[in-house]
């Protein structure tokens, strides 16, 4: 095996990770083991004796699952959607930070699909979804989507991948077994690396329609049927926002976590997470004048079924979360976001965890509250998760966390070969491009 | 093709709920354990809602059986995602239960919240299996549920009627709710057949339907209870 | 070019049609078969319970003693769903919720296996009521039985056994009486009590000892007072199919008014509720009488020629007694009335007047449902109302139930009253003498006080008098004095715990029975039970029982039940009605019609014409009746001391003077007044005797009234047992399985009290922890328990759940100015505080 020089140069702090493993990645490791094998037990619990041992009843239906379904869906929209974009306008800070987003929303697919299983009272029948499928529910509209997503993220995830596998290949002194067939025989050679760029390019711009409509749908899941506060017009676009919203923050969460274990204070600066703060606070912003105007429509035109709904978040029984929500959600966040002094790596950091929190309690409190005012009169109704819903929600995040952290013991979290790109070329072609903005600029010679 | 309806008179209705037993005792609909009902678990495919209303001494206090209503434009069958839950040609919303995957979208759908789910394996303690209907399948965990019709009993008429060479009359198929009612005060036939009683009673001044506004066409139809109007 | 086929013609046209259409449709029904196969085989995957041949079964329902015809469908040997017997004249198809439920009572998991009997461990560890059972076969049981009653028998003191039986009307207690006769004990008590105050009414104001019956459907007009009729009053799915008629689309709708404390199910489907003061009904009554009589109103002629005691008369001493009239007009103004009832004056003129105009106008009440007897003079207001508007013997009214063929001819059971047995030991509900009191009150007291004689033996059928009685701890006292007891039970209850020897009885389904008229149906009529399903484990019914121990006991016993079988008594009874020679057996509405012609017209052409074809016919339709009544037969109807419809009624007279002579005293003319005509007897400490009322004058301690009541799924409190009817047990509230106390919510809140949180509920008696719920259908001083949950011992559904109202009661004196009818006021006489919990 050749060794070269510091090859890397740099760029050796990347694949450090893959080499050695600190005992504090053991710990973490134990105790996210220890998360999933609770969770599996519970799913055990719930195999054997049914739903039963949930909090769910008649006719509050949808519960914790859901809510994670819904909010595992949306946290995916940080990845491929950021990726997608910031390659398309070509803002360069993004070099450091697009692998950390592309694999956010590979893994987090799996779980939101997950959620739905562990939501479903027969998951053994799983396949009649492709026996008998009915192609007017949005149900199955999210099972194409979510399945084309998770094919088109894979495939965009891979190929910025390749170069870095065959880096690895090259210098990762093992797993060479696993890092051969998958460099797919990378030589670095102008032709590949035309040919990449084009797919590459071309994938950016599919994946943003297919993350669209991926978010589209699942909020059609609700959107589409008559109940109150459901039923909305702005579902679509509003949970698009709201996805993007918190995938955002759970980006930052994720960077700022790598930054400190694997020491990338020099990938991931200070910038990029101003650049994320900035985009987190529109993205504030716009859910906040989203969900302003979804209540205020709905205040105004007083039906008594939707205001029944409207008054149990806004003063009855789900005020706390609903309040809780705006709070960590808008107020918390732009009061950090929106002054620079704050709007640091920890401040960030802060606001995103705020967001996320706050993001989950949107979703429980769109599923919830709807299903707990029937139009009908009903008795008393009350939802309490159990022990078995909190601990597979529980298992979900510490496996995914687990699966991340096994993503960065396999491959580089940042992609080597665009910073070394970046370093290489950026500086110039920006330069170019800056000045064919500018009037009376000289086309550009190169 | 009939269409089958139902007409349930408020005037005549006693609130007793004989329906309500007798649908349990006809589909083999499981008894929730007393905890799980108090948990909101309670299985029944007909219920008996009351509405509240007014001050003393001036209360009202009303009750409306509730079957599933066998919407014309259902909600809930568009969100099936397997095709579970259909409406046959004659107007009955079916459920498969062997193909539901339980994911319960149809009993969010449905704005009467008249569809149940099997939250545990449906158990029925000692020898009460012996009293299980043979015409209507055992449901297991994790499947959803509700008002069939006693479809059923629709099969058992038409083979019948069928075998003795004549076409199906008004009262050879009537669910088990229709059946009991001890104050006679359900009707079931065919809506489209101008002969009819429950077509007759649906073009009835005192007709409402639940939630008409939502567009969903429900062939279950009430009489209001309407008023006294004798001498004072 | 045309094809000849046999001289029909086929054009190539109309063949090519033809297989045109037959392919495509053929194409066609391809595509169907595919997705129909599809289907076919998810349906085949579906699980089915074990099919086989069908039987039906017709049977009479003994759930309550409505009496509703049955018909069991069975698939192979199981029974799979009751449903109602469309040819039966009480129910014709409909079944009640409590019908509906009764598989679950016939496969219960808790049912008695095997005669059990108390441990011989048992005394020594605490005594009865400790459950520790020993199993013994039907053998030893019988022995042990026979042996305790030769004992009693040959000591002579066979008088002390007594019968304390839940049984409705029919072949068993007939069997029962000849029995008890047979071995010397006149002692057959039957619950629920012999004293409702509706049966005690009708002895002492009509002269009668047959129940009161009444022409429902026809009536344009019903004023109850608190009568639920929608919740098992009478005979429930008949009472329904009533209301059912009033509120018939075609033709006017009759007129429901429910005078109530509480919103109960009836009051919500009546056309008007009139929320009235607790034990307040007879005041209202009268008051409507007297806006009746006071605006002239009445029906003068049949007042004249039909009753007596309306105006003043003087009896054969010279003495002059005030009648009806006069009372009511002295005292029952309307504001005095309105005062005390809570009914506002325009309200009492309203009712009043609707009644008189809206004829034929029933008044019904005072009793409230099957358990709860009312009162003997709310009974007699309410009657006299009837009386007022002449509305007997005629469509719509009130009529007598007509006596029927004696089928128990053979039996030779005749009534007698203490009198015509000198020299024998009286019986000690006074031979149902509707002043004899309630026959748990009767039994406790001649055990515990050894008064007239002690209970040397006490057999209980399908009775769970330990729930029920208001004076519990003292009833299981009593229980403790009597040394041997034997309970005939399907589950066990609150009673069994206290019995020496358990015997399994099977559920009616599993029983041959020949029941009589139901309750308020004014027709003779005879339905038959048969067993649906051989009976169960090792049930035996208490019939066959008797008929074994007969043999065991030998001589005269065995001489006077010469069966084997209860069978063959039903059979023999139900053949006795052939002797009769007149009725028709059950059939349909168009075949009642024409029998009721026939009958009209003098004809007789029945269905059968042997015994023997009587008894097939009888057991393929459920049963015989008289499809006819004859409205006029005033003699029958009135046979008072005067022959007519007495408001002062003589036979109470008779009894004053009797004790006035017992007492060497003259008899107290005022008090006479009172106890002879309908009067409103106050609950709570306005009378002159408030000895007997421990709650008097305590509204500042305990500020509300008590108010249990029956509801329709829990019946006479076998409900609990059954989960399809634990589960529909407080519709308006959504409320199942658990007991819930009902408060107005302005009172609730005045205490602090949330709706669903829990509070304690306590008399001067005992305390209770329940779950308040605020109900706006109540008078704000009321709090209402629902009766039949809150067994101390039970089945799995039914143990442990719930609160029993019964215990919060306050066990009062008898107040000795109100005969023990009056024991339908014990219900409503206690008074309790709510707090926080």
């Known amino acids: 095996m050749e060794r070269h020089d510091n090859p890397l140069g740099p760029e050796e702090v990347l694949i450090r990770p893959i080499q050695q493993t600190t005992s504090q990645f053991y710990r973490v490791l134990a105790v996210l083991l220890f998360l999933g094998a609770l969770s599996i037990f519970a799913w055990i619990q719930q195999l054997k004796d049914g739903l039963v041992v949930t909090g769910m009843n008649v006719p509050v239906y949808w519960g914790v699952y859901i809510t994670n379904f819904v909010f595992f869906i949306g946290i995916s929209h940080a990845g491929t959607l950021i990726s997608a974009i910031l390659r398309l306008v070509q803002a360069e800070w993004r070099r450091s930070i697009t692998r950390a987003a592309e694999v956010i929303t590979v893994l987090v697919l799996f779980f939101g699909a997950g959620s739905v299983i562990m939501d479903l009272g027969r998951p053994d029948r799983l396949l009649n979804v492709l026996r008998h499928p009915n192609f007017r529910s949005p149900l199955l509209w999210d099972v194409c989507s979510i399945t084309v997503y998770l094919t088109a993220s894979t495939i965009y995830l891979y190929l910025p991948l390749i170069p870095d596998i065959a880096i690895l290949r090259d210098h990762a002194g093992k797993r060479t077994w696993l890092y051969r067939p998958l460099a797919l025989g990378w030589r670095g050679t102008e032709k590949q690396k035309r040919l990449l760029e084009r797919a590459i390019a071309v994938m950016a711009v599919l994946v943003i329609p297919i993350a669209v409509s991926v978010h589209t749908v699942v909020s059609w899941v609700f959107a589409m049927t008559v109940q109150p506060m459901w039923h909305s017009t702005i579902f679509g676009p509003y949970f698009v926002v709201g996805a993007i919203f918190s995938g955002i923050a759970s980006l930052i969460i994720a960077m700022a976590i790598i930054r400190r274990m694997y020491h990338l204070e020099n990938y991931l600066k200070p910038v990029h997470f101003n650049n994320l703060g900035l985009l987190l606070l529109v993205m504030s912003l716009l859910w906040f004048y989203f969900t302003f105007a979804e209540f205020l429509t709905t205040f105004y035109g007083a039906e008594p079924a939707h205001l029944a709904v409207f008054y149990s978040k806004v003063t009855g029984r789900f005020a706390p979360i609903f309040w809780t929500m705006v709070v960590t959600c808008f107020l918390i966040p732009v009061a950090i976001l929106a002054r620079g002094k704050t709007r640091t790596v920890a401040g960030t950091v802060v606001a995103s965890a705020f967001v996320n929190v706050g993001m989950w309690l949107e979703r429980f409190a769109i599923v919830v509250p709807t299903l707990s005012m029937p139009r009908l009169p009903w008795g008393k109704i009350i939802y309490h998760p159990t022990w078995v819903e909190l601990a597979i929600t529980a298992g979900f995040f510490a496996t995914f966390i687990l699966l991340y952290m096994g993503f960065t013991k396999l491959f580089p979290i940042v992609s080597i070969w665009e910073v070394q790109e970046g370093r290489q070329k950026s500086l110039r072609e920006v330069e170019e491009r800056v000045k064919t903005y500018l009037p009376g600029a000289e086309p550009a010679t190169e | ?232 | 070019m045309k094809v000849r086929n046999g001289g029909i013609g086929v054009s190539r046209r109309n063949f090519l049609r033809f297989a045109a259409g037959a392919s495509a449709g053929t194409a066609a029904s391809g595509l169907t078969v595919k997705g129909m196969s599809s289907l076919a085989q998810a349906l085949a995957e579906e699980k089915r319970p074990p099919g086989g041949p069908e039987r039906w079964v017709a049977t009479t329902c003994q759930a309550c003693p409505g009496g509703c015809g049955l018909v069991v469908r069975c698939v192979g040997k199981r029974a799979v769903k009751i449903l109602g017997n469309p040819l039966h004249p009480v129910n014709r198809g409909g079944v009640c919720p409590k019908g509906q439920a009764a598989l679950q009572l016939l496969y219960h998991p808790d049912r008695l296996l095997e005669p059990l009997r108390q441990s011989r461990l048992a005394p020594i560890l605490s005594g009865r009521g400790s459950r520790r059972w020993e199993a013994l076969s039907w053998e030893e049981a019988l022995k042990l039985m026979s042996e305790k009653l030769q004992a009693i028998r040959q000591a002579g003191r066979s008088h002390g056994v007594a019968v304390l039986s839940g049984a409705r009307p029919g072949a068993m207690p007939d069997l029962w009486q000849r029995f008890l006769a047979a071995y010397g004990s006149p002692n057959y008590l039957s619950l629920p009590g012999t004293t409702d105050g509706s049966s005690a009414a009708a002895y002492f104001m009509q002269g009668v000892h047959e129940p009161l019956a009444y022409d429902l459907k026809n009536a344009s007009y019903v004023l109850s007072f608190g009568a639920n009729l929608l919740e098992g009053w009478g005979s429930p799915v008949h009472l329904m199919r009533a209301f059912g008629a009033w509120r018939a689309a075609e033709g006017q709708r009759s007129k429901l008014v429910q005078v109530s404390p509480r919103l109960s199910v009836t009051a919500a489907k009546a056309d008007e509720w009139v929320p009235i003061r607790v034990g307040t009904e007879a005041a209202l009554a009268l008051g409507i009488a007297y806006v009746l009589i006071s605006e002239g109103r009445v029906d003068a002629n049949f007042l004249a020629q039909h009753t007596f005691g309306f105006d003043d008369w003087t009896d054969t001493s010279g003495q002059r007694h005030a009648g009806f009239r006069t009372l009511v007009l002295r005292d029952y103004r309307l504001n005095e009335v309105a005062e005390l009832t809570g009914v506002p004056v325009e309200t009492i003129l309203r009712l009043g007047r609707e009644f008189a105009a809206n004829p034929p106008a029933l008044a019904l009440g005072d009793k409230p449902g099957s358990v709860q007897p009312g009162t003997l003079y709310g009974s007699m207001a309410v009657e006299s109302l009837n009386a007022l508007m002449g509305n007997f013997e005629q469509p719509g009214g009130v009529l007598l139930q007509p006596e029927g063929p004696r089928t128990a001819g053979w039996l030779g059971v005749r009534h007698h009253s203490a009198g015509e047995q000198a020299g024998r030991p009286p019986a000690l509900d006074g031979s149902r003498s509707p002043l004899a009191g309630d026959a748990a009150d009767v039994l406790a007291e001649a055990a515990l006080e050894g008064k007239p004689y002690p209970i040397e033996a006490l057999i209980l059928h399908d009775a769970n008098p330990v729930y029920l009685a208001p004076d519990r701890d003292r009833f299981i006292a009593a229980l403790a004095k009597i040394p041997f007891i034997v309970d005939f039970a399907t589950l066990p209850d609150d009673t069994t715990d206290f019995a020496d020897l358990l015997l399994p009885a099977p559920t009616f389904l599993e029983t041959w029975d020949l029941s009589g008229t139901p309750p308020v149906v004014p027709r003779a009529l005879r339905g038959l039970s048969q067993p649906v399903v051989p009976a169960r484990h090792g049930s035996r019914h208490p019939g066959d029982v008797i008929l074994a121990l007969a043999k065991r006991l030998g001589g005269p016993l065995a001489g006077a039940l010469p069966f084997d079988r209860f069978e063959q008594v039903v059979k023999r009874s139900a053949q006795d009605i052939f002797s009769a020679q007149r009725g028709y057996l059950f059939g349909t509405q168009l075949e009642e019609v024409w029998d009721k012609l026939l009958e009209k017209s003098g004809w007789w052409a029945p269905d059968y014409s042997t015994a023997d074809e009587l008894w097939q016919q009888m057991k393929e339709k459920g049963g015989w009746w008289d499809p006819a009544y004859h409205y006029g037969e005033w003699g029958r109807v009135f046979r008072t001391p005067s022959g007519k419809f007495e408001f002062f009624s003589q036979l109470l007279w008779r009894d004053i003077l009797a004790e006035a002579r017992s007492n060497a005293a003259k008899p107290d003319l005022v008090a006479a007044e009172r106890r002879c005509l309908p009067h409103f007897e106050p609950l709570f400490g306005a009378s002159a005797t408030d000895a007997g009322r421990p709650d008097a004058g305590n509204e500042a301690q305990f500020p509300f009234v008590l108010f249990p009541y029956e509801i329709l799924p829990l019946g006479e409190t076998r409900g609990a047992d059954l989960p399809f009817l634990q589960q529909i047990l407080g519709q308006h509230l959504f409320e199942r399985w658990e007991s819930w106390i009902e408060i107005h919510p302005e009172a609730a809140r005045r205490l602090g009290i949330e709706d669903g949180s829990w509070v304690w509920v306590e008399s001067s008696h005992r305390k209770a922890r329940m779950r308040a719920r605020w109900f706006l259908g109540l008078r704000p001083e009321v709090v209402a328990i629902p009766l039949g949950l809150g067994h101390r011992t039970g089945s799995r559904w039914s143990q442990g759940r719930g609160t029993n109202p019964c215990e919060l009661l306050v066990p009062g004196s008898r107040n000795p100015a109100e005969p023990p009818p009056g024991g339908g006021a014990r219900w409503f006489s206690t008074r309790v505080r709510i707090s926080r919990a």
């Not at chain 2, 965990?141 to 059923?152: A, R």
């Not at chain 2, 003795?164 to 006679?184: F, I, K, M, S």
């Open chain 2, 1 to 232: 093709m009939p269409r089958w309806g139902m007409v349930i008179d408020l005037a005549k209705c006693s609130g007793c709920q004989a329906c309500v037993v007798a649908c349990a005792a006809e589909n083999n609909v499981p008894c929730a354990e007393p905890d799980e009902a108090g948990r909101g678990r309670a299985l029944t495919w007909i219920k008996v809602v009351p509405f509240v209303e007014g001050e003393f001494p001036h209360v009202k206090v009303r009750l409306l059986p509730l079957p599933c209503l066998h919407c014309d434009t259902p909600p809930c069958i568009k969100v099936c995602p397997v095709d579970a839950t259909n409406i046959t040609p004659e107007g009955i919303v079916r459920q498969i239960f062997s193909r539901c995957i339980g994911c319960r979208y149809c009993t969010n759908a449905c704005p009467y919240t008249v569809r149940v789910f099997n939250w545990r394996k449906p158990e029925w303690p000692g020898e009460m299996d012996t009293a299980h209907n043979p015409d209507v399948s055992l449901r297991p965990k994790g499947v959803v549920e509700k008002c069939t019709f006693c479809h059923h009993r629709l099969q058992k008429a038409k083979e019948e009627a069928r075998a003795q060479n004549r076409p199906l009359a008004e009262g050879d198929y009537v669910p088990a709710c229709v059946e009991t009612c001890p104050t006679q005060a359900m009707y079931f036939g065919d809506l489209d057949d101008p002969m009819s009683k429950v077509s007759e009673l649906s073009r009835s001044p005192r007709v409402f339907r639940l939630l008409e506004e939502l567009g969903t066409h429900p062939k279950v139809l009430y009489l209001a209870e309407g008023e006294w109007s004798g001498k004072t």
